[in-house]
């Protein structure tokens, strides 16, 4: 019987990791199962950093952005002695289930530290790229969204005022996600994002055809892995070759912050609570997600090895819109 389980968050936080932390210690309290917090990720677990979390540690924490136990990067959970070393740690401190909230990368080394340690291993997606196969939407990727949206419309004015062309650069390395969602609902004239086929001149082209027909600005919205170039030297060249009036905006790492919104907090409650529930009850090995609105879970492997398509009647969507 399961009577501790640890919870970490790990890779680039997402809004919504609070909420999930707080779903995993109430519903293992109503369980009886006593929770340990790790601190930064994998990197806390090799240097044994862990904090008691009770019922009351993690109130009015559900509206905050980024984690109440931080995140890393941590490489060196890549290697075998590190995992062993973390392994003795979980054991001594008789931890007999770890609950990982991150993306494919944490999964991997999720899936890596089963080699070297007995106890249950069961991963939550959160990730503002919403790349996880199998679970429709990620923790984060809503308010990530938004986030952007707001920049967006803001930009928006000012390209009327000046009669410019902007090039928003939103993230998204190896996902167009949030790229496609933000040029949707922010009504962009083109989205270029890493899984489309459309080069960066063949956008060029499209908006050029919409000057013909009387735009006189345009936002195009890309992610920041869609060309080789960022959206500086995109911006650049299109000045360069067309004399049109042009800027930049990079968004960065603001889309990571901020209170998570409605639709986050709401996943990431489901989500944390289904995760604790299965790991209690004996699953481990696998990942929770959302799909149609049911709760399922997959093995941590399909987080890297099927890659989940953007949503391809979005994306015609997109370009049948462009007025
Ligand atoms: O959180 C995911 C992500 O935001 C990607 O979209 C982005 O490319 C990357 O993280 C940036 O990571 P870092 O903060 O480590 O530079």
């Not at 994002?193 to 195009?220: D, H």
């Not at 170039?229 to 070759?241: H, L, P, S, T, Y």
């Amino acid at each position: 019987m399961l009577k501790k389980l640890a919870v970490l968050t790990s890779g680039g936080d997402a809004p919504g990791m609070n909420a999930a932390i707080r779903a995993v210690v109430r519903i293992a309290a109503s369980r009886k199962v006593e929770v340990l917090g790790v601190k930064r990720g994998f990197r806390g677990l090799l240097h044994n950093e862990m904090v008691h979390l009770g019922v009351r540690d993690v109130g009015n924490i559900i509206q905050l952005g980024g984690t109440i136990l931080r995140s890393s990067r941590c490489k060196e959970f890549f290697e075998r002695e590190h995992r062993r070393r973390a392994a003795q740690v979980l054991n001594e401190r008789e931890i007999g289930g770890l609950i990982i909230i991150g993306g494919d990368g944490s999964f991997r080394g999720a899936k890596e530290f089963s080699e070297d340690w007995n106890g249950r291993l069961v991963g939550i997606p959160g990730t503002i790229d919403n790349d996880i196969y199998g679970s429709d939407f990620t923790i984060g990727f809503h308010t990530a969204v938004d986030t952007a949206l707001d920049a967006i419309d803001k930009v928006r004015d000012t390209a009327d005022a000046h009669d410019r062309y902007f090039f928003i650069e939103v993230m998204g390395r190896h996902s167009g996600w949030i790229g496609l969602y933000a040029g949707i609902a922010g009504g962009a004239q083109e989205t270029l994002i890493p899984e489309e086929t459309q080069t960066v001149e063949e956008a060029y082209q499209r908006l050029l055809e919409g000057k013909k027909r009387g735009r006189k600005s345009s936002i195009m919205v890309m992610s920041e892995g869609c060309s080789g170039d960022g959206a500086v030297a995109i911006a650049k060249r299109f000045e360069e070759q067309t004399g049109n009036d042009c800027r930049a905006v990079v968004l960065g790492h603001i889309q990571r912050g901020g209170r998570p919104v409605a639709s986050d907090r709401v996943l990431a409650t489901q989500l944390g609570a289904y995760a604790t529930e299965l790991i209690i009850d004996g699953s481990s090995g696998i990942f929770v997600g959302n799909h149609k609105g049911a709760l399922c879970h997959y093995p941590f492997e399909h987080s890297w090895e099927k890659k989940k398509p953007v949503d391809e009647y979005l994306l015609k969507l997109q370009e049948a819109l462009a007025g």
